[in-house]
């Protein structure tokens, strides 16, 4: 009995694989879709027991063709959905090795580069791409010594489609764990997306190097203007991304030439405040109103230190002596900009509340009756501030040398 259920799967088997050799594209469609419906989540032995232990002969054909037609796009999301049910099979180690063998993972990080590709394939190809890597670190680093990481960020950087974007980003996060040899590149990587002109790929870059950084232990340096630069954003989903990864690289030795860097961002050079697009002065063109980039990066800065003080007393102190009592207050005087105002106040009130060294000098600078408005309403002083008041802001003095909680 058993034989003949076997014979009946093998001559089924065989033909399936005849229509395959002779049959044109629409038969070849026609067999993977009907493989793809009934073969969802079968383990390796089911797979083999369906193709009477002949399951490969059907996976070699299905290779050679995808590796044959994956320039053009011919029944591509077909391929790629069937590949993907043999790689993700449990038990099926043999046929992902099969896979691999005939030059699988640089034909799957192709279709990722492809300007033609669609979205949806691409996607289905990070999948793929997804299994291998899952299947431990000898097979992360294959996909890394085939320049997969590369390919992988810039897929993420160009794509269209939040979902191949998110692929992208959860499998860089995957190559970047329990991948010694690579996980540095991987960073990298990381660092070198938060430039890119796609908001959402500046999100998921900065969310992911919240969780590549302490596996990598050390920062780079040449993490820090990247990421200050995005503090211009308009998206307030990149700026907090920003904050947060600002808020972790806190515990690293880059945390002293971040903060400098963000005091300076309080006061933009006069060339970054008088630059303008020169569209915006085409009297042909609709009047925008949109604030400078420099002025968002302003009081994305303020803002920030605001955080920063109030989560930690050292970190305050630091800031206090690189200045930023200063800048603030500059800030505030920014009547071009009034987030940057606003940011600045509250967080200066901050700084005032807690060190009195600070609310002594604040308070000279300011003189009494501006001070007095500070205090009582420090997230609207903007609005009851006049041109004079605002000229005083920028023109002040104030430095506080050497300032601790205990001596300020």
Not at 56 to 61: A, D, V
Request: net charge neutral; aromatic share 6%; charged share 20%.
């Amino acid at each position: 009995m058993g034989s003949a259920k076997q014979q009946t799967a093998m001559t089924r088997v065989m033909h399936i694989l005849q229509e395959w050799d002779k049959g044109s594209k629409v038969v070849r469609q026609k067999i993977l879709q009907d493989f793809i419906s009934q073969n969802q989540n079968k383990t390796g032995p089911e797979l083999e027991q369906e193709f009477a232990h002949a399951a490969s002969l059907f996976l070699t054909r299905l290779t050679a063709w995808l590796r044959l037609t994956y320039m053009i796009g011919t029944s591509l999301n077909e391929q790629l959905r069937a590949i993907s049910i043999f790689l993700s099979a449990a038990s099926g180690h043999k046929f992902m090795v099969e896979f691999l063998e005939v030059g699988g993972v640089l034909t799957l990080l192709e279709i990722i580069g492809l300007k033609q590709a669609q979205e949806k394939n691409k996607t289905v190809a990070l999948s793929c791409l997804h299994h291998i890597a899952n299947a431990g670190c000898k097979y992360k680093e294959l996909i890394c010594e085939s320049y997969g990481i590369r390919a992988v960020a810039e897929c993420l950087a160009k794509s269209k489609s939040e979902e191949t974007q998110d692929a992208c980003r959860n499998l860089l996060l995957m190559l970047a764990q329990g991948n010694p040899k690579f996980e540095m590149q991987v960073y990298k990587g990381l660092i070198a997306l938060l430039p890119c002109s796609s908001p959402k790929a500046q999100q998921m870059a900065a969310h992911a190097l919240r969780i590549v950084q302490p596996i990598v232990k050390q920062a780079n340096v040449n993490l820090i203007d990247p990421l200050l630069n995005l503090l211009k954003t308009l998206h307030l989903e990149v700026q907090f991304e920003a904050i947060e990864l600002i808020k972790e690289l806190m515990n690293y030795d880059v945390r002293e030439l971040l903060l400098k860097g963000l005091v300076t961002l309080l006061r933009p050079s006069k060339e970054d405040t008088i630059s303008r697009p020169e569209i915006l002065d085409d009297p042909n063109v609709t009047t925008i109103n949109a604030p400078l980039p420099v002025f968002v990066q302003q009081a994305a800065a303020a803002k920030t230190i605001g955080i920063l003080a109030r989560e930690s007393t050292e970190l305050a102190e630091m800031l206090i002596q690189a200045r930023v009592v200063h800048n603030l207050l500059y800030a505030m005087g920014n009547q071009d900009y009034a987030d940057s105002q606003r940011q600045a106040s509250i967080t200066l009130e901050y700084f005032c509340s807690t060190f009195p060294m600070v609310d002594d000098h604040v308070r000279v600078a300011m003189g009494e009756t501006l001070y007095d408005l500070f205090m009582s309403c420090p997230d609207s002083l903007y609005v009851h501030m006049n041109h004079i008041q605002a000229d005083v802001l920028v023109s002040n003095k104030v430095n506080i040398p050497n300032c601790t909680r205990v001596n300020c």
